[in-house]
């Protein structure tokens, strides 16, 4: 089969790295059409007419069947207004549906291209890539830093939806069987130090293999966000307007909190130059020691020059 004629952009990376951020920054440009997360165990059944079974599903050419067809309407801006009708529980749910519908309709009037935000499409980048003809962003957060985040939101992950996808442990993890396996279910720092080491591991494959693939640090994009934008902007054939510029500051300025509420951990306003750190007075020395001790021979590839305290 043939690739996607339709070309998209995927923004994705981890949870907990700044997608959202990057996202809805590139998304400034009024070419793009923002669709948050099709991959998202929970996402709303009008985007993506297919259930996603785990998260951090894969898919690839072998299992590519159950999806292609799904994102295809969703790159061509089809909406599954009965399917979203019947899942329809509460007045946020309809509010949200309008919105999907309002931004489904505007793209489709607009000729917009879709961005997909989705730290679940990670592993898929290949396919992203070579079957949907999506150019791809990959955001990346110190393994201390996004520790810390998870750490602090009490967010832990269960591996078996890993470990139950026979294709994603036969192409990307099996070599870390064994430590999914014996990781204990409360242990949130060991559980991020190991996905981030895995996530970012077949990242680098992944970059080996599509040197199209841009990887973005978050430290950098927060330590000068205009000049970080405007450069991926470039690299990614996007309109670098003020109209952009003024959103970026908005969202980055130091009038912003410099720690977001745990009631509002998706939003983009924050002051992000002051959250760089907050990882050091969150983590014990022996956290951080055990972090660097479980990612540092995935994390010299990216930070070469960061110091651990």
């Given at each position: 089969m043939m690739k996607s004629k339709v070309e998209s952009f995927l923004v994705t990376g981890a949870h907990r790295t700044g997608t959202t951020w990057v996202g809805r920054m590139l998304a400034a440009d009024p070419q793009l059409a923002y669709i948050s997360e099709p991959l998202n165990v929970f996402h709303?059944?009008?985007?993506?007419?297919s259930p996603i079974p785990f998260w951090y599903t894969y898919i690839c050419n072998e299992n590519e069947s159950e999806f292609l067809p799904a994102f295809q309407q969703l790159l061509n801006y089809g909406y599954h207004f009965l399917p979203a009708l019947k899942s329809l529980r509460s007045g946020r749910d309809f509010l949200r549906m309008g919105r999907d519908l309002m931004i489904f309709w505007q793209a489709g009037v607009l000729h917009q291209h879709p961005l997909l935000k989705d730290p679940f499409a990670v592993f898929s980048l290949n396919w992203f890539a070579n079957r949907l003809n999506s150019r791809i962003v990959v955001t990346i957060r110190h393994p201390a830093a996004f520790a810390s985040s998870l750490k602090r939101l009490n967010w832990s992950f269960d591996f078996n939806d890993l470990?139950?996808?026979?294709?994603?442990?036969?192409?990307h993890l099996e070599s870390y069987r064994k430590e999914m396996q014996s990781m204990p279910s409360e242990d949130v720092i060991g559980q991020a130090s190991l996905l981030w080491k895995m996530?970012?591991?077949t990242v680098r494959s992944a970059c080996n293999q599509?040197?199209?693939?841009?990887?973005?640090r978050h430290e950098d994009l927060s330590l000068d966000p205009v000049a970080g934008y405007k450069r991926l902007y470039g690299e990614l054939g996007l309109n670098f307007t003020q109209d952009?510029?003024?959103k970026i500051t908005d969202s980055s300025s130091s009038e912003n909190p410099a720690e977001l509420t745990q009631k509002k951990v998706h939003s983009v306003k924050l002051d992000s130059r002051a959250n760089l750190e907050n990882w050091?007075?969150?983590l014990s020395s022996a956290e951080i020691q055990r972090i660097r001790r479980?990612?540092?021979?995935?994390?010299?590839?990216y930070y070469p020059e960061v110091e651990w305290n």
């Open positions: 709303h059944p009008g985007i993506l007419g470990l139950t996808q026979p294709l994603l442990m036969h192409d996530i970012y591991h599509n040197p199209a693939i841009r990887v973005v952009v510029e003024r050091k007075r969150r479980a990612t540092e021979e995935v994390t010299y590839h």
